[in-house]
């Protein structure tokens, strides 16, 4: 029925507007031979942080493009506006990133072959082209439901003397310090175990070595089975009793509940444990002494080194956060990434469901909710499916903007995950970042108002249809935030956590919390809203927005309570806001310090550097979510080829790997610019993890937030190997050179550290995610290079990687120079790092002059 009449107001509109429809469509023009393209002009305009480009459309057409009577929508973040008044075009925001330039009677028609510059200036400094208009797509006036994508958008690489890039010489300096250690004095099981020795007395494994288990490690002994037979070709057999040579999986009574022991010698593999955990954190060690080779192809058999293990993870909760509202990811590539997860031993999926952009769980009862909440694609009113963002195009259904999880989907991935002892966290984002639910539940309400029956209608409804508050999100929505003062914000809530709780149920699944969201809701949000007046006449004790904030988190506090579950949500839900020093600061709410709210803090940036400690020794449970260290979308290098943003700065595989959970300030190096600071400076004054405050720090997580990931390449790529720097240091045990007081020593100790854990990436681990899952896309380095002495010299962050090069200007190939040493030839070098498995990073440009 929603279709229906949406189709009948696009086909009323046209029919009121036939008159323009005949003159406009005797044009014919085809919208994607519109060629587009961008260029930065100026990264300083006017002196001012602000950029100059320039917009090129050029018709590529037989037909003319008018000089009216269409509109050319795109996203960007910033905003742009044309340069002067009296431009050719002018822009308008529609919501969120979505924008759209319409022609003004300066535009004129732009004939086959023509081009019109259009001069824009945007905020901020572009650094790569997560800051450049993209997704564009033409409407015309005629018929405003529908757009009709342009061509791609070319945007070209700026010469910017104003970015300090990345250079080779940057990358070579950072390098130095990594020295190359034998492959046979590596640790061989990642991430680093508490104790580990090898005997130098091998196990020779094959299909022919039975799996040996005890009844409580069957599924264990089955995941393992599998693995094998990924390496063997063939599942070894698995049985209870046995004797001679097998990998035997034991119960041991009073280890810890994630702890194990690993022996490998030449008659058997123990696995010892007392729980199935620690049993299945046993078999993926087992899986980490595995030659990554015997991936590639199947084996007859393999030699594991003879070890000695003892282990358990230094934190229980190690998490990473998956958001697939913002774009889609398939069950497949969950199911995926649940893989990697449990091979680091990591035992969190904190699982971003829902959105401004998209809610992505079927929810019995409610088909809104994915109907028209988990679909993206222009439209004049949202009743179908939201508008496109990040651009995710004009037509829904086609991109990653679109797509949900059926109840089986998550059912299966709730299996999938449990199975390997990976727990998740479902989060259900209220009050903000709500705008997929609440558009999803005003076309529930208008179809329902449609069939007859109001009150029903009502029921799940989540704004208050007389609000005119006047708000801007920090994604520049301007209607994201759920109204805190119906009771049918309640009734939607308990509706949306009892379904899940019963797939959760049906799954077998564990189930403690259920994350609530709770980040940045912004001012202006509930002063104009008649309920939320009607709320507080006769609510005394709710004086206004704050009060209403702490109502909505003890109420939610309350209903999950009920249901046997703790409040999980990000660092807001424990905030309130005083005033000190006549100033607005925001400090650890005393009301929720003792009632088990477990808080992702991710600021540590802009004068909040030491809020998780403050939480923390408030006594609010913390997972350590800083954004300088562990925010995976954040680009690898400031270089413009590189993908993701960098709003908290750039991130390499070295800021998880250096960042020390109880003294995160000490090792801190840089600033959001890639500047380096003097730590004793930047957090002086500032407070420090409490003993008491350290009992509250429950864990680590990493997000990999998606507004830039739109295919599981991208994902990928993001993700690894970054990802290993959090796996090592949640798992493993805290370094010599955290807790190091002599900075020297320290310093000596890390950069020691350090060349080991890059060693075990670039020789073990990221070989084997070649083949591991079938194989990930993970980032390749690019190589460092510097010239010295009239001879370029070249490294790479991880040793097993090899360096390429050509001096004929061509690209590098795998049949082109390995480099392995000094080169003296003259003119322009391009090197490029290839993976052992052929894969290749992107190319460096060296000029060595002649002397």
């Known amino acids: 029925m929603r279709k229906s009449l949406t189709a009948l ?13 005949a003159q406009e469509n005797s044009s014919a023009f085809n919208p994607k031979q519109l060629q587009l393209s961008y260029e930065i002009t100026d990264g300083k305009y006017q002196n001012k942080p602000q950029t100059l480009a320039i917009l090129t459309l050029t018709n590529t057409g037989q037909a003319p493009l008018p000089a009216s009577g269409w509109s050319l929508y795109f996203h960007s973040f910033p905003a742009l506006k044309p340069k002067t008044e009296g431009a050719p ?34 905020g901020g400094q572009v650094v790569n082209d997560s800051r450049t208009p993209h997704g564009f797509y033409l409407v015309w006036d005629h018929d405003k439901c529908k757009g009709h994508a342009t061509a791609p958008i070319n ?34 099981v990642f991430p680093t175990p508490a104790v580990y020795h090898e005997t130098g007395k091998p196990f020779t494994l094959s299909a022919t070595v039975p799996i040996v288990t005890d009844a409580a490690f069957m599924r264990e002994a089955d995941l393992l089975a599998e693995h094998l037979g990924t390496v063997f070709g063939k599942k070894p057999v698995i049985s209870m009793l046995g004797t001679g040579k097998a990998i035997r999986l034991q119960l041991k009574k009073g280890m810890g509940p994630e702890a194990y022991e690993l022996q490998v010698n030449p008659q058997e593999v123990v696995i010892a444990a007392s729980t199935p955990a620690g049993a ?8 980490t002494l595995i030659p990554a080779a015997a991936l590639a192809k199947n084996q007859s058999s393999v030699s594991l080194p003879g070890v000695r293990v003892s282990d358990a993870p230094r934190f229980g909760h190690r998490a990473f956060m998956m958001d697939v509202s913002r774009n889609f990811q398939s069950k497949e590539q969950v199911l995926k990434v649940l893989d990697l997860m449990a091979l680091y031993k990591l035992n969190v999926l904190h699982f971003h469901l829902n959105d401004d952009e998209g809610w992505r769980l079927e929810i019995p009862g409610l088909p809104e909710l994915t109907e028209v909440g988990g679909r993206r694609g222009h439209s004049i009113d949202e009743k179908d499916h939201l508008q496109p963002s990040y651009g995710s195009g004009p037509e829904a259904d086609k991109t990653s903007g679109s797509g949900h999880y059926t109840k089986t989907d998550f059912i299966e991935i709730l299996k999938y995950a449990t199975e390997r002892h990976i727990k998740v966290i479902p989060e259900i984002e209220t009050p903000g970042h709500a705008r997929a639910a609440i558009k999803s539940m005003d076309a529930r309400y208008a179809r329902l108002v ?78 104009k809203s008649p309920a939320v007046e009607t709320f507080i006449a006769s609510n005394p004790s709710i004086k206004g927005k704050y009060d209403l904030w702490d109502y909505f988190f003890g109420k939610v506090n309350d209903m999950l309570k009920a249901r046997k579950l703790y409040l999980s949500g990000w660092e807001e839900i424990g905030l309130t806001r005083v005033q000190q020093n006549g100033k607005n600061v925001y400090v650890p709410n005393q009301d929720f310090k003792d009632k088990n709210f477990h808080v992702d803090v991710w600021n540590n940036l802009w004068g909040a550097e030491d809020l998780a400690y403050r939480m923390a020794n408030a006594g609010y449970k913390v997972v350590l979510t800083n954004a300088s260290n562990l925010y995976l979308d954040l680009t690898y290098q400031k270089a413009y080829e590189e993908p993701g943003l960098y709003w908290a700065g750039f991130l390499d595989v070295d800021k998880p790997f250096y960042f020390i959970p109880y003294d995160y300030m000490k090792n801190q190096k840089v600033d959001t610019d890639n500047k380096p600071i003097n730590p004793a400076v930047v957090f002086k004054g500032k407070e420090r993890l409490t003993a008491y405050g350290r009992t509250n720090i429950v864990g680590l997580q990493a997000p990999l937030w998606s507004e830039m990931i739109k295919t599981p390449e991208r994902l990928e790529y993001m993700l690894l190997p970054k990802l290993l720097g959090l796996a090592e240091r949640a798992w493993a045990p805290d370094p010599a050179w955290a807790t190091e007081p002599d900075a020297a020593k320290a310093n000596t100790a890390y950069n020691q550290a350090w060349s080991a854990f890059v060693n075990v990436l670039g020789k073990r681990e990221l070989p084997r995610l070649s083949y591991y899952a079938g194989g990930f896309q993970y980032r390749i380095p690019t190589a460092g290079a510097v010239v010295e002495n009239g001879k370029i010299l070249a490294n790479v962050q991880l040793p097993g990687f090899i360096i390429r090069y050509t001096t004929d200007g061509s ?41």
């Open 811 to 851: 690209e590098p190939t795998e049949k082109s120079k390995v480099y392995t040493g000094p080169i003296s030839d003259k003119g322009e070098v391009k090197l490029k790092v290839f993976s052992p498995a052929g894969r290749s990073g992107r190319v460096v440009t060296v000029v060595n002059k002649a002397s």
């Open 155 to 188: 945007v070209k690489k700026p010469d910017q003397p104003w970015v300090d890039w990345v250079q080779a010489k940057d990358i070579y300096a950072q390098n130095k310090v990594i020295t190359d250690i034998p492959e046979e004095k590596l640790t061989k």
């Open 89 to 122: 075009v002018s822009v308008e925001h529609v919501n969120g990133d979505l924008h759209y330039l319409a022609p003004t009677a300066a535009f004129k028609s732009l004939a086959p072959g023509a081009s019109q510059r259009i001069e824009l200036v945007s």
């Open 9 to 21: 107001c696009c086909a009323l509109f046209i029919l009121l507007n036939s008159s323009s429809f």
């Open 280 to 287: 299945f954190y046993g078999t993926q060690s087992l899986k």
């Open 450 to 527: 449609q069939e007859g029956k109001p009150e029903e209608a009502k029921r799940y409804l989540l704004r208050d249809l007389e609000d005119k508050s006047v708000y801007r999100s920090v994604q520049n929505w301007n209607d994201n935030v759920i109204n805190v003062a119906l009771p049918s914000t309640y009734t939607f809530l308990e509706k949306v956590v009892d379904e899940i709780l019963a797939m959760y149920q049906e799954a077998g699944a564990p189930i403690r919390t259920i994350h609530m969201g709770g980040d940045e809701v912004p001012n202006g949000v509930w002063e």
